[in-house]
């Protein structure tokens, strides 16, 4: 699985926000000395955006007219959020990881929020045209992928995350939006039994698995820990994996940058070996 990143996603920070340039720069030198090819994107265009998105929001985050304390209106952030859109899209289009930011699962189709702008994933989903299983397994309820396909029949949206944390959503399905809020630093048995009952849950006729790759569950994150290690990603992959579909990925949280590039390795090697296994 190759890793899609451009340099220019490292040009933007604000001192003290945990959503910084080095938790994708730290991931991004250690995954390529492991030997995992790296692709560039290009920026996504106002048609693809639109795909998800309303108008309006669009040309607020181009314009940077807006107010958001956890989305600074950076200069040029259009651009970049553009540009991690377009990571999104070409994973999906490649099968590989989007090692981009800002992320994008708590945008919604007319709001932002949450570190993210546009919502990468549903965007990448959205043009695909196939019948897709998003499984979120960042820490955070991804609000803004639930808003954006709550009643779409060619999208079952599952998402593990700790309960009654931000954005306070979640903590019940509905629909075609699976939702499994878990207490903090469950750890991986309890996590693990409950992907299983999820897709489980989730039924199998899918032409592909998009997965909002967040890894804020981290044992070590400030944000929404639960009290997972680097192993338990691999086995999350391996499960993942034996799913047998067509599988891209888009990095959503985690603010611990040293794990991030480690987590990603044990996700991808999970699912890669349990494709081998089982003939994916």
Do not use: W
Not at 161 to 168: A, I, L, S, T, V
Request: with cysteine; charged share 20%; net charge negative.
């Amino acid at each position: 699985m190759d890793i899609i990143f451009s340099h220019r996603c490292l040009e933007y920070q604000r001192i003290g926000h945990p959503e910084g340039p080095a938790r994708v720069r730290i991931a991004h030198e250690y995954l390529t000395g492991k030997g995992f090819t790296s692709q560039e994107p290009a920026p996504a265009g106002r048609e693809e955006l639109l795909a998800v998105h309303a108008l309006e929001l669009v040309r607020r985050v181009e314009t940077g007219d807006f107010f958001d304390p956890d989305c600074p209106a950076y200069p040029n952030i259009g651009f970049y959020a553009r540009l991690s859109a377009g990571g999104a899209i070409l994973a999906q289009q490649v099968r590989g990881f989007s090692l981009m930011r800002p992320p994008g699962h708590h945008a919604g189709p007319d709001f932002l929020g949450g570190f993210c702008y546009f919502n990468n994933i549903a965007i990448a989903v959205k043009l695909s045209g196939l019948k897709t299983l998003i499984m979120d397994i960042d820490g955070h309820h991804g609000n803004g992928t639930q808003a954006i396909f709550f009643g779409d029949p060619q999208v079952t949206y599952v998402s593990l995350h700790r309960m009654y944390n931000y954005p306070g959503t979640g903590q019940a399905s509905q629909g075609n939006c699976l939702n499994f809020p878990l207490p903090p630093r469950c750890g991986k048995q309890l996590y693990i039994d409950t992907l299983e009952r999820a897709l489980e849950a989730a039924g199998k006729e899918f032409q592909q698995l998009a997965i909002s790759a967040g890894f804020d569950t981290h044992k070590d994150d400030p944000l929404a820990s639960l009290g997972l290690e680097v192993d338990a990603f691999y086995d999350i992959g391996y499960i993942l994996g034996e799913l047998k579909l067509p599988t891209f990925a888009v990095l959503e949280g985690g603010y611990v940058p040293e794990i991030i590039g480690p987590s990603i390795e044990a996700l991808i090697k999970g699912l890669e070996e349990a494709g081998a296994k089982t003939g994916r």
